[in-house]
């Protein structure tokens, strides 16, 4: 009952049961509903629940949106500065036939990221699921580091993703009334080897909100919510501008990536949809690395000849 309820757009009564109590309403349809995400139920495939997407109007963000977009699900964009680029993938979204809407926040900001969920909950149907995309980079040596920037730095990409995460497991868990749903925040391969140089700062932050969510996946899992990290590699979007129509800077960059080439932003998406949907309905925790093999340090070592056996291969150097 209670998740039909939801499903219809009851909220009201899905939170406060027929007779305006919830304490046996509300546990009796909680427990069921919980029984059903256990055994693998398909809860986000018949409801029309919104995807919000933290930094959603360019790069990754954006090409999430436009995927989900054409599976259905209505998108709410999260921006913080760009307007006219939140406008343009919002009506992007709306010739797909798609529900969309824009909404500006900085997510350094506490009271910003409280009032952009209040205004998604007014504006759009419930809540399903999470993407936190937003996020912002520096490049410093720590002997040089400004205080006020990590400060910033920090404020977006480790405290806003805490706080975002908040507001949404108090709207989709099922102790606070919610039908479940999903988390992916965005993190990045700088995480596991601590940055490009001049990266540590930001590498520091991703690394924080790879835990952040090993331990939240731990604490929701029982309350129908599935939080994963998706980590990519060097990728061309607005923050790896540096290097786009600069074909050295780039081929050093992607020599150092087993592939051989930098990924793209719709790449991206597709993980992070995956990480999404029912079809990962029993991956809760991971960190999926999505870029093209990580890291390759030093030279990388090459095929011993036919006549020589490996084990007397001399090292390559800097291995």
């Known amino acids: 009952i209670y998740a039909m309820a939801r499903h219809a757009g009851c909220r009201a009564l899905a939170r406060n049961g027929p007779f305006g109590g919830q304490e046996t309403w509300s546990l009796s349809a909680r427990d069921a509903l919980r029984d059903s995400l256990h055994e693998g139920g398909k809860v986000r495939e018949h409801d029309n629940r919104t995807c919000l997407i933290v930094g959603g109007s360019r790069g990754i963000g954006r090409a999430t949106a436009l995927l989900l977009a054409r599976q259905g699900t209505p998108v709410a964009i999260g921006f913080r500065a760009n307007s006219k680029a939140a406008e343009t993938t919002v009506e992007q979204i709306r010739v797909l036939g798609t529900e969309a809407a824009a909404f500006q926040v900085d997510t350094g900001r506490p009271e910003d990221i409280a009032s952009l969920f209040i205004d998604v909950d007014r504006r759009m149907h419930p809540l399903g699921s999470l993407v936190n995309s937003a996020g912002i980079s520096m490049s410093s040596k720590v002997a040089d580091l400004d205080a006020e920037r990590v400060e910033r730095l920090l404020a977006v990409n480790v405290i806003g993703v805490m706080l975002c995460c908040r507001e ?152």
């Open 168 to 319: 949404a497991v108090r709207r989709m868990s099922l102790e606070h009334g919610g039908a479940g749903g999903s988390i992916v925040n965005v993190s990045s391969m700088a995480a596991t080897i601590g940055g490009r140089p001049g990266s540590t700062v930001y590498a520091a932050s991703k690394g924080a909100v790879d835990v952040f969510t090993t331990g939240l996946a731990k604490e929701v899992a029982d309350d129908g919510i599935r939080v994963n990290v998706v980590r990519p590699g060097a990728t061309m979007t607005d923050m790896t501008r540096t290097v786009h129509g600069k074909p050295a800077a780039r081929s050093q960059i992607e020599s150092t990536i087993p592939m051989r080439r930098m990924g793209t932003a719709d790449e991206i998406a597709e993980a992070i949809v995956w990480l999404l949907s029912d079809k990962a309905s029993w991956v809760t925790g991971a960190h999926l690395d999505v870029g093209g093999g990580g890291f390759l340090i030093g030279t990388a070592p090459t095929c011993p000849t036919p006549n020589r056996s490996p084990s007397h291969q001399p090292l390559p150097p800097n291995s």
